[in-house]
C-alpha cells in the first residue's frame, strides 16, 4: 500500500454537544479521537489538529489560526505538517472507522489517478472528511480558496472538492456514521453492544488498549473455553486462555500460529481430564468395552 500520512481534525465546539470535549468522549471504553487513531495507525505521520489531550499512540500536534476557525482552516494547518504524497483527512468521530476503510481510500486514491478519494456515505453523499488526497492538489486548493475568499476562516468544507478531480469509495455504510449529538453517541454505543457485534468490538478495543497486532482466530480460543470450563472447572476457562497467551509469547515465530498451536495442546489436555472425570480411561470403562 502507498505509504501515507494523517491528518485528523479534533477541534470545533461541538456545540451540538452543549460544548463537551467531543474527541474525548468515550463509545466503547475508547476516546472518539483514540478510535480514529487506531483506524490510521499504519501512518508515517498522523497530525491532529485541536488542542492538545493524552492519546493512545504518538501524534504530532497543530492548531489552526485562529483557533475556531473552521474545518477549512484546520485542514490547511494539517497540511502544512505533512510531507507524504498521499493525505489521509479524517474527523475525530467517526467510532465505527476501520483499517479497511482506510486503506481502500489509499489504494483507490493511487489506482484511480484522481486527485482524491471520498468515501459515500449511505445516502450517497460525499465525506470530505474520510477521504485520501494527493497532498500538493490538496494544498493548491487551500491557497486558491484562501486567495478567492482572503481567508480560509469560517469557509464551509463543501468548497474543497469542487475543483478536485475525484475518485468515490462506497465502503461500510457505518464507516462515515459521525457523532455531532449526544443522541448520535447514545446510538454508537448501543451499536457496538450488539448481539452480532459486541465481541469484536471486545477484542478489538482490547488489542488496542495493550498495543497488540495480532489477529487470531477468536472461535479456537473460544472452544478452549469452553473445554477448560466444562472439562475442569468454570475459572478454568479464563486462566487457561491467559497460559496459551503467555506460552504462545513465550514460543515467538508467527503470532496466530503459536496461538493455535498451543491452543490445540490444551484444549486436548482439557478432553484429556474431562475424559478422566467420566471414567474414559479406567478399568471399568474397559470392562465395559469389552462386554
Known amino acids: 500500500m502507498t505509504a501515507y500520512d494523517a491528518i485528523v481534525l479534533a477541534g470545533g465546539a461541538a456545540k451540538r454537544l452543549g460544548g463537551a470535549d467531543k474527541p474525548g468522549v468515550r463509545v466503547g471504553g475508547r476516546a472518539l479521537l483514540d478510535r480514529v487513531l487506531a483506524a490510521c495507525d499504519e501512518a508515517a505521520r498522523t497530525v491532529v489538529v485541536g488542542g ?8 504530532r500536534w497543530a492548531r489552526e489560526e485562529p483557533p475556531g476557525g473552521g474545518p477549512l482552516a484546520a485542514l490547511d494547518a494539517g497540511v502544512r ?10 474527523s475525530a468521530d467517526l467510532p465505527f472507522l476501520g483499517r479497511p476503510t482506510v486503506r481502500r481510500l489509499v489504494e483507490t ?6 486527485e482524491a478519494a471520498l468515501l459515500t456515505d449511505a445516502d450517497g453523499r460525499d465525506q470530505p472528511l474520510v477521504a485520501a488526497y494527493r ?22 468544507l463543501r468548497l474543497l472538492p469542487d475543483e478536485l478531480e475525484l475518485a468515490r469509495v462506497d465502503g461500510d455504510p457505518l464507516a462515515s456514521f459521525d457523532c455531532d449529538t449526544w443522541e448520535d453517541i447514545s446510538t454508537a454505543r448501543a451499536r457496538i453492544r450488539e448481539h452480532g457485534t459486541v465481541l469484536d468490538e471486545w477484542i478489538t478495543a482490547v488489542k488496542d488498549e495493550l498495543g497488540i497486532e495480532l489477529d487470531v482466530d477468536i ?23 491467559f497460559l496459551v497467551g503467555y ?44 462386554g
Open 52 to 59: 492538545r489531550r493524552p492519546t493512545a499512540r504518538p501524534v
Open 81 to 90: 505538517c505533512v510531507e507524504a504524497g498521499t493525505v489521509l483527512v479524517l
Open 109 to 114: 486514491l493511487d489506482t484511480s489517478g484522481r
Open 135 to 156: 497532498a500538493e492538489p490538496l494544498r493548491r486548493e487551500l491557497a486558491l480558496l484562501a486567495t478567492e475568499y482572503g481567508s480560509l476562516r469560517g469557509l464551509p
Open 219 to 241: 472461535h479456537v480460543l473460544l472452544d478452549l473455553a469452553r473445554d477448560a470450563a466444562h472439562g475442569v472447572a468454570r475459572p478454568a476457562a479464563p486462566l487457561t486462555t
Open 247 to 290: 506460552a504462545a509469547a513465550r514460543a515467538g515465530g508467527d503470532g496466530p500460529e503459536a496461538v493455535a498451536e498451543a491452543a490445540r495442546k490444551a484444549a486436548a489436555l482439557a478432553l484429556r481430564w474431562a475424559e478422566e472425570a467420566e471414567g474414559g480411561d479406567g478399568p471399568e470403562a474397559k470392562g465395559a468395552d469389552a
